[in-house]
């Protein structure tokens, strides 16, 4: 069976894929911890589209768990068509201050599972000649961020890794997009403990965000920043001073 596998599609971004490419009557893995938002969602997406939704409650960011999850999928025979690296947190506090291990869990979870995802999907796609792969990062990929400086770090990361994967793969009829939104509103700043900062009261609506991020898919486009106002802002950082866009990003936070 071909699918959609989307990761973090418990909350937030992630339910917004899920429907909206349930609408195009793609089959879905769902992939998340909480077994019972995924099955919620589940359900409610079969009995509405008439199409098969696969739930796989996992921790992404625990060692081995993206080769426990292509195992699986392997077993049930499942090619995943369209990957949408979705799942991610951020943590709000001087880098010295936080936790290690949750941050190491977060470099984990954003950076090393989107790659060995990546790497997992691949294989099948370029024997087939054809793919999609949505990478989600954020417009923290455009500058440092002091107070979520590990976050913004990931995120530079993402918009990197996929670019240059985006060149690589392009040969074999694979698409890859980065999709870097600005602040959304779902549940990720009440997650972080950050719902009032004035990143967080900026926030626009997911369903935007999504359909920015499939269109670029759809078109190939390496990255896209989601609204003008946040396309404008990352391009700004091509131009100010990097003090000046560490400065603009902390008084946000
Ligand atoms: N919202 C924004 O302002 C914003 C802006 C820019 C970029 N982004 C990016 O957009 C993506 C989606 O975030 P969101 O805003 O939709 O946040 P969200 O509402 O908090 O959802 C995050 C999703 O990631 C999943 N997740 C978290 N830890 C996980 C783990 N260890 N293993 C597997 N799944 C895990 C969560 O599910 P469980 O808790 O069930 O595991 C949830 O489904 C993230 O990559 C985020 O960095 C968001």
Redesign the pocket.
């Known amino acids: 069976m071909d699918a959609a596998l989307i990761?973090?599609?418990?909350?937030?971004?992630?339910?917004v894929f899920a429907k909206r490419l349930a609408e195009q009557k793609q089959n879905l893995v769902l992939?998340?911890?909480?077994k019972d938002?995924?099955e919620e969602l589940a359900a409610e997406l079969r009995k509405a589209h008439a199409i098969t939704v696969v739930v796989a409650a996992?921790?992404?960011?625990?060692p081995g768990?993206v080769a426990i999850l292509m195992k699986k999928l392997a077993a049930h025979k499942i090619s995943v068509t369209t990957l949408i690296n979705?799942?991610?947190?951020?943590l709000h506090g001087l880098f010295a201050d936080l936790d290690m291990a949750r941050q190491q869990?977060m470099i984990d979870?954003?950076c090393a599972?989107l790659v060995q995802l990546c790497h997992a999907v691949l294989p099948e796609m370029k024997t087939r000649g054809s793919g999609g792969i949505l990478n989600?990062?954020?417009?923290?990929a455009f500058q440092a961020g002091p107070r979520m400086a590990v976050?913004y770090a990931t995120?530079a990361f993402i918009l990197s890794f996929s670019e240059a994967l985006h060149d690589e793969v392009k040969p074999w009829g694979i698409r890859v997009s980065c999709l870097?939104?600005?602040?959304?509103?779902?549940?990720?700043?009440t997650?972080a403990k950050i719902s009032t900062i004035r990143?967080?009261k900026m926030?626009g609506k997911?369903e935007k965000v999504v359909a920015d991020g499939l269109a670029a898919l759809q078109r190939n486009q390496a990255f896209v920043v989601s609204g003008l106002h946040n396309k404008l802002l990352a391009q700004s950082t091509r131009f100010a001073p990097r003090a000046m866009t560490r400065w603009i990003a902390k008084s946000l936070q």
């Open positions: 990761t973090g599609a418990s909350a937030g971004l992630g339910v992939v998340a911890r909480r938002k995924l996992a921790d992404l960011s625990a768990a979705n799942a991610g947190f951020t869990e979870l954003n599972a989600v990062a954020s417009t923290a976050y995120k870097c939104p600005g602040p959304t509103q779902t549940d990720i700043f997650a990143l967080a926030a997911p």
